[in-house]
Nanobody
């Protein structure tokens, strides 16, 4: 399974960006996909997750109400719509896929089997 993240960039505070993560390879056993982020000098943290089969979503408190995760089943792609961006949202954003367990929600890195390369999001204040 290969994951290709895109859509990052530079945006002013209050602006919006949409990240995409295109998956290739086997999909039949996929349970969930998620987004994580890592700011300089900080650990990677959970942002959002979506159940691949039924579209259930789960968010970190820090992004709830501002970010929306969605999936396009036919395109094998997951999206992260980010609105009302804040300076503290600045980070490298990574997408991930879980093919191991139906447990829900999935908020821990170790629960994901495959990772994309990351895309930089920079929010200017």
């Amino acid at each position: 399974v290969q994951l290709q993240a895109s859509g990052g960039g530079l945006v002013q505070a209050g602006g919006s960006l949409r990240l995409s993560c295109a998956a290739s390879g086997r999909t039949g056993s996929r349970y969930a996909m998620g987004w994580f982020r890592q700011a300089p000098g900080k650990e990677r943290e959970f942002v959002a997750a979506i159940s691949w089969s039924d579209g259930r979503t789960y968010y970190a408190d820090s992004v709830k109400g501002r970010f929306t995760i969605s999936r396009d089943y036919a395109k094998n792609t997951v999206y992260l719509q980010m609105n009302s961006l804040k300076f503290e949202d600045t980070a490298v954003y990574y997408c991930a896929a879980d093919h191991s367990s139906s447990a829900w929600p999935k908020t821990i890195m170790q629960e994901y089997d495959y990772w994309g390369q990351g895309t930089q999001v920079t929010v200017s204040s």
